[in-house]
């Protein structure tokens, strides 16, 4: 038996709440998006300190997914730890539990676009995501799901990238996480008793602090953004993606 929960703010705040609801596991649904329209594999990113059951966790879900629409996995066996050049590790390093980012399709992809817009390719990656969590916590848990985008403090316009033929990566995975959460919750679920939500207080801020004196803040950055550092130039850069 299982209760999904869904939390929403900024992604550091999402997984405080879902450390102290207690949950057994933790997911964060994207869909992937490239330059090139022909991207085309599914992918799960882990944390740095990822404990090896997430990392299982990871791989098997990925290799559903390539088993299921015959796309190829990327990564190592289909998990890439730490993400993007480190994009990726913030949305699950804060929590105490395994937890996993999905990237099964690219909503830039058109074939992968029609399975993502569709009631079949959905029902389809739900099911493979339920059975993940069953497969990896057979004995029935809370499981905290994160979309992805979606539902910051920081940008709550954002939905992620478009997908091809209409419609935005968050609203999207958001219908895949509602139908795993109905297949999940089929029997009577568990419950414990919830602490209230509390405020979500967005804390993206980046300080420059010279002898223990800061000399610049800048606070409009968002968790999604890519921020990079040129040592050679010494020249910090903020890309709003």
Known sequence: MYEVIFYKGNYRWRQKQANRDKCAAYVEHHFNSAVNPMSSYAVVITGYLASETTKNWGRWYAN???????????????????GYNGRGNGNLKHTRMPAILLEPLFASNPEHAEWIRSDEGQDTVAKILTESIMEF???????????????????????????????????YAEIVMEKAKVMLESDAPIIAELIPEEEDVPDNDIRVIKDGKELWLHSEVDEDDDVVWDEENRILYITSL
């Open 64 to 82: 559903r997914v390539g088993k299921e629409f015959g796309i190829p996995v990327a990564g190592n066996g289909g998990v890439l730890v730490g």
């Open 137 to 171: 916590f057979p004995e029935g848990s809370r499981i905290g799901f994160s979309v992805g985008h979606k539902y910051k403090t920081s940008r709550p316009k954002d939905r992620g990238a478009p997908v091809y033929g209409g419609g935005a990566e968050a609203d």
